[in-house]
């Protein structure tokens, strides 16, 4: 039943990709040309500069409820722009600000963040062996061994410890605000102290 569920979630997962070919195609194709790439950066480095009131200027935001977007894989975070733009992820502030970006700005918003150093930040200490424990047992076949990620699945290592334990909450409470069966199935059995643990490992991930 639950490798059943967990081959659905993959269908569904790559459909979700597979909806913006436009705009993931474009990332691409940016990606195999330097030249290229490097003015889409420059581009979304300047279209970001309302982003940067809240996910810093170079996607390492200052709040705690506020991802760090610096370093992510650039199509996850085109896939969140669109999720947003869609109103499949909730937030009041990102739905409305993501309808007014163009496809193009979306693509350049996403290599720019991504292109950026990520950030790390400050643990408890005595959550982290836990946390490391748990998050082998459980999410580095798909989030990697560092929790780098990859062309799929989100960076981990580093995030924003409250962001992170708000965002792996929310999937395992099954809330609506974000829906996401593969992560729904990877956190059904987290307590909420190992999701401090968890979060506490990854927020001292380089
Ligand atoms: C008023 C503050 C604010 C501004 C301005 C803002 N964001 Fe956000 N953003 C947030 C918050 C808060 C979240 C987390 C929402 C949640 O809890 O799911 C978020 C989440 C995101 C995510 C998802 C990251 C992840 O790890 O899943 C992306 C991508 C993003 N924002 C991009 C942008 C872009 C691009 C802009 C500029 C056009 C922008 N944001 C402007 C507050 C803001
Ligand atoms: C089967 C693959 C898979 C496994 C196993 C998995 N994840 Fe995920 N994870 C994903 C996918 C896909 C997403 C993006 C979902 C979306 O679009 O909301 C994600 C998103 C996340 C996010 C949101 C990142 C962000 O920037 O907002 C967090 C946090 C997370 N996973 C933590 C975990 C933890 C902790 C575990 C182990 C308990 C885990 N994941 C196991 C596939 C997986």
Redesign the pocket.
């Known amino acids: 039943m639950r490798s059943l569920l967990a081959a659905a979630g993959l269908v569904f997962a790559s459909f979700s990709v597979l909806a913006q070919p436009g705009t993931l195609e474009r990332l691409k194709t940016l990606q195999a040309d330097p030249v290229a790439l490097k003015a889409a950066v420059e581009a979304g480095r300047k ?2 500069f ?2 940067a ?3 810093g200027e170079t996607g390492i935001s200052k ?1 705690p ?5 610096a370093g ?1 894989n650039p199509s ?2 085109l896939e ?2 669109r999720k ?1 733009g869609s109103g499949e ?3 009041q ?2 739905e409305g ?2 309808k007014v ?1 163009k496809d193009e700005e ?1 693509v350049q ?2 290599l720019f ?1 991504a292109s950026q150093g990520a950030a790390r930040s400050k643990a408890d200490a005595g959550q982290v062996a836990r946390g490391k424990e748990l998050f082998a047992k459980l999410c580095t076949r798909c989030h990697g061994d560092g929790a780098h990620g990859n062309d799929q699945y ?1 960076r981990l290592a580093g ?1 924003n410890l409250v ?1 992170l334990q ?2 792996i909450t929310r999937y395992r409470d099954g809330t609506g ?2 829906n996401n069966q593969l992560m729904s199935i990877a956190t059904a059995t987290l307590k909420n102290d190992d999701i401090v643990a968890i979060g506490n490992y990854l927020t001292q991930l380089p």
């Open positions: 279209a970001s309302f982003c009131n809240c996910h709040m409820e506020v991802p760090n977007l992510q996850y975070l969140q722009i947003f992820r909730k937030d502030f990102m600000l993501i970006l979306r918003i996403a963040f989100p995030q962001y708000t965002s605000v974000r």
